[in-house]
């Protein structure tokens, strides 16, 4: 997990074969698995709709999920101890989302996006209330240049006292990568401060995008 300290982000290999993510994004047409549908130019996100799913999660997402927070809480506690923060993050999941829970975190976050031509996302965080776990997954579940083009995922670094810095990121099929959520801790000559990310998706430039989002805090 090196790059996500020295770029915050961290590419993790292809996680799921196209079969698996031809069958996640079919659940994409099956209302009764989400909790809720955003039109993202509605509320001036950008252009298409992503849609979070419900508790249970699908069995192979909710899997998915434990295991990638379980390889990603040893660095999550390095940053926290890099930036001395307080949050405490427990070895499973599930301590950590009864933390959220008592936190008023109860809703869960993981959601699947889809994306046509011309549609996009601005730059943002996930964000959902006080509590946060520092690291977030996407998979790309859609083929790049043969189902879609364009549609690469943005990663801005905004460094202090400097101009930012883009990362434009092309993940293949089933390939997954881990993404900062909020800022990354920099060592500097006293000690380590942060500098803060957003991430977001260039305009789909035609066919259509799948992804997979993984964000391991609950929302309020
Ligand atoms: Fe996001």
Same mark, same amino acid.
């Given at each position: 997990?090196?790059?996500?300290?020295?770029?915050?982000? +961290?590419?993790?290999?292809?996680?799921?074969?196209?079969?698996?993510? #031809? #069958? &996640?994004?079919?659940?994409?047409?099956? /209302?009764?698995?989400?909790?809720?549908?955003?039109?993202?130019?509605?509320?001036?996100? @950008?252009?298409?709709?992503?849609?979070?799913?419900?508790?249970?999660? /699908?069995?192979?997402?909710?899997?998915?999920?434990?295991?990638?927070?379980?390889? !990603?809480?040893?660095?999550?506690?390095?940053? *926290?101890?890099? !930036?001395?923060?307080?949050?405490?993050?427990?070895?499973?999941?599930?301590?950590?989302?009864?933390?959220?829970?008592?936190?008023?975190?109860?809703?869960?976050?993981?959601?699947?996006?889809?994306? =046509?031509? @011309?549609?996009?996302?601005?730059?943002?965080?996930?964000?959902? @209330?006080?509590? %946060?776990?520092? %690291?977030?997954?996407?998979?790309?579940?859609?083929?790049? #240049?043969? #189902?879609? =083009?364009?549609?690469?995922?943005?990663?801005?670094?905004?460094?202090?006292?400097?101009?930012?810095? @883009?990362?434009?990121?092309?993940?293949?099929?089933?390939?997954?990568?881990?993404? *900062? *959520?909020?800022?990354?801790?920099?060592?500097?000559?006293?000690?380590?401060?942060?500098?803060?990310?957003?991430?977001?998706? +260039?305009?789909? !430039?035609?066919?259509?995008?799948?992804?997979?989002?993984? &964000?391991?805090?609950?929302?309020?």
């Amino acid at each position: 997990m090196d790059s996500l300290w020295t770029r915050g982000y +961290s590419r993790l290999g292809i996680l799921l074969e196209q079969r698996e993510c #031809e #069958e &996640i994004r079919a659940l994409y047409a099956q /209302p009764e698995l989400f909790r809720s549908r955003i039109d993202m130019a509605r509320y001036r996100f @950008g252009r298409g709709e992503y849609q979070y799913f419900y508790y249970p999660l /699908p069995a192979q997402i909710d899997e998915l999920r434990r295991e990638l927070y379980s390889q !990603l809480v040893s660095t999550a506690r390095e940053w *926290t101890a890099a !930036l001395s923060r307080r949050q405490e993050y427990p070895e499973d999941l599930s301590c950590f989302l009864e933390q959220c829970a008592a936190a008023g975190q109860v809703r869960p976050t993981p959601l699947l996006l889809h994306y =046509q031509a @011309g549609d996009f996302n601005c730059l943002h965080q996930d964000l959902y @209330g006080e509590i %946060f776990f520092p %690291f977030q997954v996407i998979v790309c579940l859609s083929k790049p #240049e043969v #189902e879609f =083009q364009g549609g690469e995922l943005l990663l801005v670094e905004r460094r202090p006292r400097a101009q930012s810095v @883009g990362h434009s990121i092309r993940l293949e099929q089933g390939e997954a990568i881990a993404i *900062t *959520t909020r800022y990354r801790p920099v060592r500097g000559t006293r000690g380590y401060h942060r500098t803060n990310f957003r991430h977001g998706v +260039s305009p789909v !430039l035609s066919g259509e995008r799948y992804t997979l989002g993984i &964000i391991f805090h609950d929302a309020n």
